[in-house]
């Protein structure tokens, strides 16, 4: 990826996802999120089957498959799913994030009093 904004990329992603057809109809908001979801159950089962961030699997021929596995590879395609929605939908995701990030560094330690 070259030194690109954050939404420039969430508009190429967007871009892409179009040309392939998954904007052929108004996606809904909690399909995204259940997709969203999906790709993070994806990382869980790569980190339950013991894989690491990336790997590239062995086809039937033996040889390895062009198409990335592992924990980072579902975190990536969750992360092009939200970013997506977010072209789609025109939210400044970049600012959005800063907003959130400067607030979060005001909370106090473990705010919430919660375990997890």
Known sequence: MSNISLNAF????HHNAIAHGWWDEERQFPEIIALCHSELSEALEEYRNGNGAIYYPLG?????SEKPEGIGVELADCIIRILDYCAAQEIDIENLLETKHNYNRTRPYRHGGKKA
Not at 10 to 13: G, K
Not at 60 to 64: M, N, Q, S, Y
Request: no cysteine.
């Open 60 to 64: 039937a021929d033996g040889e390895p």
């Open 10 to 13: 969430a508009a190429a992603v």
